[in-house]
């Protein structure tokens, strides 16, 4: 696909992911331009949507958004229980699909995205945006250049307090419905820092992991606990709860001469460490998260020499089996 701009008929799905991570991204690249939205709940929500952000056309619908011939691509942000189901008919279309994370609610799904997607000719882009970013270009590029020696092995600790939706009484949001959303926020959250390892270190091989509910907030899992092998041979172990005292984010990746310490959220600093020696990098987190990742689709659907460096496959599905292969074990006895 060649086009000369690229009209988005993102977004099903206007909700508040789309208000600053995401929406205005599509205004502000180069060569990109917002001309759709939809929402399910209510055409009055798409209506303000698309007058607040100047977009000029609004659906309640999601087949006349889909089929609107001013349409180029499609962004799809749902919660990913409709992500399969919009997934094929935009496939079906014959139009670009760029899905929010996490790809589907299981493995299952995300292969049939991307069959559907291959058999019509069409890409699949997936929002794990942090691919893209600065701050984990950085990463990769302290890897590829062997800063840290041989790796050995990489290890992932995350914890964090509840948070007030899920300690009040009333509604809880929908990413603690795994009907919704596949699992709780290890499924939300987790995703981000698996996929960026299969960004950094390639592929997981062996995955096996505990998972279960310690709090009693919700259904979902609050905790799980895993250990894992790359392909390349590295190691790694990580675990993630839901329901601590503080708020914890840290990844540490060994190599045979030095090691890097990066957070997957927040601000924090990317660290290499050697013997003798320490250097750290910061980075501002640019105003609208998916921005990096949208120019690298824009850039790759209107002919220019870059290839997105998330799609289906690399930057979608292997995120959910491996996910789903470390709460098999919960899952198994809900």
């Known amino acids: 696909m060649n086009f000369k701009k690229v009209r988005w008929g993102g977004i099903i799905g206007c909700g508040d992911v789309t208000e600053v991570k995401s929406g205005p991204a599509f205004q502000k690249v180069e060569n990109s331009e917002l001309v759709a939205v939809m929402r399910r709940t209510g055409g009055a929500l798409a209506k303000d949507y698309a007058e607040r952000h100047a977009v000029p056309t609004w659906y309640d619908d999601a087949d006349a958004l889909i089929n609107d011939p001013n349409v180029d691509a499609v962004y799809i942000a749902t919660p990913p229980d409709m992500h399969k189901e919009y997934t094929l008919k ?72 509840p948070g007030k939706d899920v300690t009040s009484s009333g509604n809880l949001p929908w990413r603690l419905n795994p009907d919704m959303s596949g699992g709780g926020l290890f499924f939300d ?70 090691k890097i310490t990066f957070p997957t959220f927040g601000n924090g600093l990317v660290s290499l460490t050697r013997i003798k020696s320490k250097e750290q990098w910061s980075f501002k987190p640019p105003t609208h998260v ?42 198994s006895y809900l």
């Open 90 to 161: 935009v496939a079906k279309a014959g139009k670009p699909v760029y899905v929010e994370k996490p790809m589907a609610l299981n493995w299952a799904e995300c292969n049939e995205m991307i069959s559907a997607c291959n058999h019509a000719g069409i890409p699949l882009y997936v929002a794990y945006y942090r691919r893209a970013q600065p701050k984990f270009v950085k990463i990769k590029e302290l890897l590829d250049n062997n800063e840290i020696g041989d790796v050995r092995f990489v290890s992932t600790t995350q914890y964090q307090r």
């Open 189 to 258: 959250l987790a995703s981000h820092t698996l996929d960026i390892l299969d960004y950094l270190l390639g592929p997981m091989k062996e995955v096996q992991g505990l998972a279960a509910n310690q709090a009693g907030n919700y259904q979902a899992e609050d905790i799980v606990t895993g250990n894992y092998r790359f392909e390349s041979g590295v190691h790694g172990i990580g675990s993630w709860c839901f329901s601590a005292y503080d708020d914890v984010d840290i990844n540490e990746i060994v190599g045979s001469k030095g």
């Open 290 to 331: 998916h921005q990096p990742l949208i120019e690298t689709i824009v850039a790759e659907l209107t002919g220019k020499k870059v290839i997105c460096p998330s799609i289906g496959m690399t930057g979608g599905a292997r995120t959910n089996w491996v996910m789903e292969e470390m709460t098999r074990s919960f899952k």
